[in-house]
């Protein structure tokens, strides 16, 4: 009988200690968190947004905003400005939970 308390006091704890892991990663997770990782070709670009087509046909374009303080724009490894972007160049980009470009690496060679 005593065995088997413990047993239940091991497993109250050790539910307690993961639910409170669970709830500091939700406090901790921000829109800053990336949702998606892309490869692929620009297909549109404006002032504000960007529409990426992933190499992988099966996929659909992604669209995400581009946001002046937090989008990082880089274009053959040097810092760049949304107006350098163009159609067709590839790119790898990073896109966050709240659909707004983090990373945006640019290959024109």
Not at 43 to 56: E, K, L, R
Not at 82 to 101: F, G, N
Request: glycine share 4%; proline share 6%.
């Amino acid at each position: 009988m005593k065995r088997a308390a413990a047993i239940l006091i091991a497993l109250a704890t050790t539910a307690s200690v993961l639910s409170i892991v669970h709830v500091a990663r939700s406090e901790s997770e921000s829109p800053e968190a990336t949702q998606r990782r892309v490869r692929g070709v620009i297909t549109a670009v404006d002032p504000a947004t960007v529409t990426i087509s992933p190499i992988q046909s099966h996929r659909q374009c992604i669209t995400g905003r581009i946001d002046p303080t937090r989008t990082r724009i880089l274009v053959d490894g040097h810092p760049g400005r949304p107006s350098d972007l163009r159609i067709t160049y590839t790119v790898r980009a990073e896109l966050s939970l709240d659909d707004v470009w983090m990373t945006i690496r640019v290959d024109s060679r």
